[in-house]
């Protein structure tokens, strides 16, 4: 007597479900990044404290995933934050793409795993897009004082995103495996 055992035939459905599944949670921690950064410290008093989350999450993306999965990212994170900021639509999502692609270009013949490689990734990319959103300003003609853009929005962005980012990294590596 023989027993046969049927095994479930897998199918590619499977994986892109999980694939839908990572970037539908990938869109909610943009979306929940989006309030937190643009709401929380205000209602808490501290409207000063503007680390870019967004920013972090999207270097992320640009690192671990394809370009086009990254500069979609970016795209999405950007017109997220023009949306529940009162710039202009379109500006912050074209300067946060511009940012992490060429952070993640630049560094990529650095050793990957490395914590300073991560940190210098989002240096990079917080620069050029506080860079490119002020020069996307200059061709609206709503250019802010270079002092004001430096002192009160490109520096203290670029310090607390800095100190936040390994907490954000590395839930997002845990959220993300491989």
């Known amino acids: ?4 055992v049927r095994r479930p035939i897998v199918l ?3 994986s892109r479900a999980r694939a839908y599944r990572e970037r539908g949670l990938f869109f909610v921690l943009l979306f929940a990044a989006v309030l937190l950064q643009s ?3 205000l209602a808490l008093g501290a409207g000063w404290l503007r680390p870019d ?3 972090i999450l999207v270097v992320f993306r640009n690192a671990t995933r394809s370009p ?3 500069w979609m990212a970016a795209i999405l994170g950007g017109l997220l934050g023009d949306i529940f900021s009162a710039g202009r639509l379109g500006l912050g999502s074209v300067a946060l793409a511009a940012g992490a692609r060429t952070a993640v270009w630049l560094c990529r013949s650095l050793q990957s795993g ?3 490689t991560k940190a210098l990734m989002i240096a990079i990319a917080s620069l050029i897009a506080s860079a490119g959103y002020y020069l996307l300003l200059a061709v609206f003609r709503q250019i802010p004082p270079i002092g004001w853009a430096l002192k009160e929005a490109a520096w203290p ?8 980012s390994p907490l954000v990294w ?3 590596e845990k959220a993300f495996p491989g």
């Open 53 to 55: 989350l967004v920013l």
């Open 39 to 41: 709401g929380l410290p």
């Open 68 to 70: 086009a999965e990254g």
């Open 170 to 172: 590395r839930a997002a």
């Open 1 to 4: 007597m023989t027993v046969a």
């Open 157 to 164: 962005a670029l310090w607390q995103t800095l100190l936040v």
């Open 114 to 116: 490395h914590f300073g």
């Open 12 to 14: 590619a459905a499977s």
